[in-house]
């Protein structure tokens, strides 16, 4: 099976834009979560899809959205980009059973200048 | 505060020596996992632990779950340059679709 992919795998955005980042999970699995990692916050949880509905949602601003289409293909969008949102963006790719073991892209780079 | 914490943050050792990262927390887990990131990728699962004082080997990785569930530690024999990268635990709270929480990890340096 081919793991989750991830595009761009890097990104450079100025300050004010908007982005748009994509993720194909593995086949099968239907649910997809994002999560921003940054050096000193970690791996940060940003939302959960499941049959292109928002599951749930972490601690972020309305700024940061997504969605999800019927193949269970990802994307999210972070509008107005400020500093603070240069981050690795990670999605996983899960089953769905009860342990919510995650397989990850290998990630999009976003830097903000 | 960080719901889970893992200590020691930062990690550097020999190649051929052992060493045990912690995961900490003052919360019941109903399971726990173990991933490792390299860098430029994302983070790759090692495993799950679901029991109380369950114990899972990996080749030369023991991961233990804590018999309150409420931590869990890694230890690696005879640690090789292959090993380095960030472990980071990530527990599930509750039992259904709830996110997991994350740990900030470990980063672990094997010298050779």
């Known amino acids: 099976k081919a793991g989750v992919t991830q595009t761009p795998r890097y990104l450079i955005k100025t300050r004010g834009q908007q982005v748009t980042l994509s993720c194909s999970p593995i086949s099968g699995h239907r649910s997809v979560s994002w999560y921003q990692q940054t050096p000193g916050q970690g791996l940060q949880f940003l939302f959960e899809y499941f049959s292109e509905t928002q599951r749930n949602k972490g601690n972020f601003p309305g700024r940061f959205s997504g969605r999800q289409f019927s193949n269970s293909r990802s994307e999210m969008n972070v509008s107005t980009l400020e500093l603070g949102d240069s981050a690795l963006y990670l999605c996983?790719?899960?089953?769905?059973?009860?342990?919510?073991?995650?397989?990850f892209g290998p990630g999009t780079r976003l830097t903000v200048l | 505060t960080q719901l889970l914490e893992q200590s020691p943050q930062f990690l550097s050792i020999q190649e051929g020596e052992n060493l045990t990262v912690y995961c900490n927390s003052s919360s019941v887990f109903s399971s726990l996992q173990w991933y490792r990131q390299e860098p430029g990728e994302g983070p790759v699962l090692l495993v799950t632990?679901?029991?109380?004082?369950e114990v899972k080997k990996l080749k030369r990785l023991t991961f233990q779950f804590g018999d309150a569930r409420k931590d869990s530690s890694l230890h690696i024999t005879a640690a090789q340059p292959g090993d380095t990268g960030l472990y980071l635990c990530a527990g599930v709270r509750n039992s259904g679709n709830t996110p997991l929480v994350f740990g900030k990890g470990t980063r672990l340096s094997v010298i050779a």
């Open positions: 632990v679901v029991t109380g004082g």
């Open positions: 996983a790719s899960s089953n769905s059973g009860g342990l919510n073991e995650q397989f």
